[in-house]
C-alpha cells in the first residue's frame, strides 16, 4: 500500500510506458485498467486493490488485484467468469467488491454493461448482410480506366452501329417499312451482272419479268412516261424478240443506272439468290403500256 | 559552276518524289538541327538558322514527314503503279495480333451453334416468353444511381423498379420467382455513383456480374431535352463482336432483357458492342438517309460493362457453380497483352 504514492509520483511526473499524451487527454495503455484513462484512482500500477472486466470471446470476466498479493506478479490477478445475463453479472459484482471503494464498484458496473451492449451488436450484425468491402487496387484501376479507354477509340462505335444497321436494311430485316426501291433487289442485280459475263444461259427467267413488278407501285404516272421513253431508246440497241422487249420495258422502267445491255440475253434462273423470289403475274405486266398511252 | 547552279535548281524544282529511308533520315536530321535552334539564345544567330532551315525544306518544316501527307503520298503512287502497286499495308492492331481462342465460335460448326443455341436461352430465342425485369439497388441509393436505375427501366421494356429494403439477394429471388419475373438486375453503388450490375435470369437461370463504369445518363448527353425522344417503342438489340462462347452466352443473355420482337417503326437501336472485353451499351435513334448511309442520334445512357463473374445458377457466391471467374485470378488468367475471354 505505500508504494502507491510512491509509484504514482513517479509514474505521474516522468515515465510510464502505458501512457499515451494527446492534445486533452492522457490515455493508459495498460490492458487491465478500467477507465482507459490514466489517473490516480484508475491506474493499476499506482494501486494495490483494483477490479476490472474484461472481455474474452464473448465471455465476460472479473479481474481483482489485492494487497495481499501484490509480492506474486503471476497471481496477482484473480479471475472470475461472470454470468451471460446482465442482472445476475451485476450481482456478481456487487457480492464480489462488496467492502470495495465506491469508484471501483460503479466503473466495473458501467464497463460491464458497455461490454455487453457492444456484444448484443456484434450478434445482431453477424446475421445481417454485411457490405464487403473489396479494396481498389490503384494500378489495376488506372490500367483498366486506360484499356477502357482505348478500347473505346478502337471500337468506332458510331460506325460499327451504321454498319450493322445497314447491313440489316440489306437483308430486309425490316420488311417494307422503308421506302429505298427495292434495295435488296438492286444489289442481287449487281452480283448477277459481275457473275454473268462469263455464263450463257437461254433462260429468260421470269425474274425478269418479276423485276418489273414492284416499281409500278412506287412510280407515277409521268415518271414511267419518261422511263418508258429512254427505254424505248434502248429497245433500238437490242436485237431481241418481242416478248423480250416488254421485259425491258418493266425491267428498264425502274433500273436506269444499271446497264442491262448483255446482261438481259443472260438471266439465268438458276443463279438467282434464293432471296429474289417475287411472284410474278402476267397481267400486270399488260397493264402498263395501257396506262402510259 | 553553272552545272551545280542548274543541279540546286533542279533540286528545287524537283519535289522530293518518294518517301525513302534516306529522305526519313534526312528530315530526321533536320528535325534535330531545329531542336537545335530552340537552345540558340542570340536572336540574330538564331533568326539566320531558321532562314537557312525554311529554305531548305519547304515541306518538311516541323515535323519529319506527317501522317498524312505520307499517306497522300502512297496513295498517289498506288494508284500511278495500277495493277502493279504493292499490296496495301495493313497496320498491326491488337484485334489483329489477338491471342487465338479455342473457344472462338465458328459459325459453320454446326455442334458449336447447337450448344449455344440449347442453352438456357433457348424459350427466350422461341419466343415463347416475354421479359419481365425486376431492377433493384444496393441500400440507401444516392441520386446518380437512382437516376440511372429510372433510365434503366425506360430501356429495357417491361421492367419495374423497386427499392432494396435490405433484403438479401437471394430472398429477393425466390420472391421475384413467385412473382413471375424472368430476370433480376441489381446495380451496386459505391461512392454515390453505380459501379456494378447483377443479371441473374429467373428460373435456375445463369447469373453474371458486371463493373459497370463511364456511366453518363440521359441528361448529360449532348442534345438538350433528348428525354422527349424516349419513346415506347420496343428497340432492337444490335450485339456486336462477341467471338468466343463466353461472349456468346453473355452476349445472349443481354439479349433476353429485350422482348424477343422489336417495333421496327420506333426505330430504337440498343447496342451492345464488345470491345477486348469491354462491353459498350448505347442507345441510338437511327434513321436511314439512304441506302449506304444512316444517322444516328443518341438517347438514353451510355455505360462500361465489363465481366467479372459468371455463374450457372441463380445468385449463390458461396456454393454457386462459376463458369467464368477473374476475380481473385488476375496472374493465371491476364497472362498476355492480346488475350481476351469475350
Known amino acids: ?293 | 559552276m553553272e552545272s551545280a547552279e542548274n543541279a540546286e535548281n533542279a533540286e528545287v524544282l524537283v519535289k522530293p518524289p518518294t518517301l525513302t529511308a534516306s529522305d526519313r533520315l534526312a528530315a530526321k536530321k533536320r528535325f534535330r538541327t531545329q531542336r537545335r535552334l530552340s537552345t540558340m539564345k542570340n536572336k540574330v544567330l538564331r533568326n539566320a538558322q531558321w532562314a537557312t532551315l525554311k529554305k531548305r525544306s519547304e515541306r518538311l518544316l516541323f515535323h519529319f514527314i506527317g501522317k498524312k501527307e505520307g499517306q497522300k503520298q502512297r496513295k498517289k503512287e498506288a494508284e500511278a503503279l495500277g495493277d502493279k502497286a504493292p499490296p496495301k499495308q495493313i497496320p498491326r492492331t491488337i484485334e489483329n495480333t489477338r491471342e487465338a481462342d479455342i473457344t472462338t465460335v465458328d459459325r459453320d460448326d454446326e455442334e458449336v451453334t447447337f450448344d449455344i443455341t440449347h442453352d438456357e436461352y433457348e424459350s427466350y430465342f422461341s419466343k415463347t416468353y416475354v421479359p419481365k425485369i425486376l431492377i433493384t439497388s444496393s441500400d440507401n441509393p444516392h441520386s446518380k444511381t437512382i437516376h440511372f436505375i429510372r433510365e434503366l427501366t425506360k430501356i429495357f421494356p417491361s421492367s419495374e423498379c423497386q427499392w432494396r429494403k435490405r433484403s438479401s439477394v437471394k430472398k429477393m429471388i425466390q420472391s421475384a420467382k413467385e412473382k413471375d419475373y424472368t430476370d433480376v438486375v441489381v446495380i451496386n453503388e459505391d461512392r454515390r455513383v453505380p459501379n456494378g450490375m447483377l443479371v441473374s435470369h429467373l428460373p435456375d437461370g445463369p447469373t453474371a456480374y458486371f463493373k459497370i463504369s463511364n456511366v453518363k445518363l440521359t441528361k448529360d448527353m449532348k442534345y438538350k431535352n433528348i428525354i422527349k425522344e424516349f419513346t415506347t417503342h420496343r428497340p432492337e438489340v444490335i450485339l456486336n463482336n462477341f467471338q468466343t462462347r463466353l461472349g456468346q452466352a453473355v452476349s445472349r443473355m443481354l439479349a433476353s432483357l429485350f422482348h424477343y420482337d422489336p417495333q421496327f417503326k420506333g426505330r430504337r437501336a440498343v447496342t451492345f458492342h464488345n470491345q477486348r472485353d469491354y462491353i459498350f451499351f448505347r442507345h441510338h435513334r437511327y434513321e436511314f438517309k439512304s441506302q449506304k448511309r444512316a444517322a444516328l442520334r443518341e438517347l438514353g445512357p451510355r455505360f462500361t460493362l465489363r465481366l467479372k463473374w459468371l455463374q450457372k445458377g441463380t445468385f449463390d457466391t458461396i456454393e454457386g457453380d462459376y463458369e467464368w471467374i477473374i476475380a481473385g485470378k488476375r496472374h493465371e488468367m491476364e497472362t498476355s497483352r492480346r488475350r481476351f475471354f469475350l
Open chain 1, 1 to 293: 500500500m505505500e508504494n502507491d504514492d510512491i509509484v504514482w509520483s513517479i509514474i505521474n511526473k516522468s515515465f510510464c510506458s502505458y501512457k499515451v499524451n494527446t492534445k486533452t487527454q492522457r490515455f493508459c495503455r495498460n490492458e487491465y485498467n478500467l477507465t482507459g484513462l490514466c489517473n490516480r484512482s484508475a491506474c493499476p500500477l499506482a494501486n494495490s486493490q483494483y477490479a476490472t472486466v474484461r472481455e474474452e470471446d464473448g465471455n465476460c470476466f472479473l479481474y481483482m488485484k489485492t494487497v495481499e498479493r501484490s509480492g506474486f506478479p503471476r497471481n496477482m490477478w484473480e479471475k472470475v467468469k461472470l454470468s451471460k445475463s446482465l442482472e445476475k453479472a451485476l450481482r456478481q459484482i456487487n457480492e464480489y467488491l462488496v467492502y470495495w471503494p465506491g469508484f471501483t464498484r460503479q466503473k466495473c458496473k458501467q464497463r460491464l454493461l458497455k461490454i455487453s451492449q457492444y456484444l448484443i451488436r456484434m450478434r445482431k450484425l453477424r446475421l445481417r448482410r454485411q457490405k464487403k468491402l473489396v479494396p481498389i487496387q490503384r494500378k489495376q484501376d488506372r490500367r483498366e480506366r486506360r484499356r477502357e479507354e482505348k478500347a473505346l477509340v478502337a471500337a468506332r462505335l458510331d460506325s460499327a452501329i451504321e454498319k450493322e444497321l445497314l447491313e440489316r436494311l440489306k437483308r430486309g430485316t425490316y420488311g417494307d417499312i422503308y421506302n429505298f426501291p427495292q434495295v435488296a433487289f438492286n444489289k442481287a442485280l449487281e452480283e448477277e451482272e459481275d457473275a454473268e459475263v462469263n455464263m450463257e444461259g437461254d433462260d429468260y427467267g421470269e425474274d425478269e419479268e418479276n423485276e418489273g413488278e414492284e416499281p409500278d407501285e412506287d412510280i407515277d404516272e409521268e415518271l414511267e412516261k419518261e422511263l418508258e421513253e429512254e427505254s424505248e431508246n434502248e429497245e433500238i440497241e437490242y436485237v431481241e424478240a418481242d416478248s423480250d422487249l416488254e421485259r425491258e420495258l418493266e425491267s428498264e422502267s425502274d433500273l436506269e443506272d444499271i446497264e442491262p445491255k448483255a446482261s438481259n440475253s443472260v438471266k439465268d434462273n438458276t443463279r438467282r439468290k434464293p432471296r429474289l423470289e417475287i411472284e410474278y403475274e402476267t397481267e400486270t405486266l399488260s397493264k402498263n403500256p395501257k396506262r402510259t398511252v
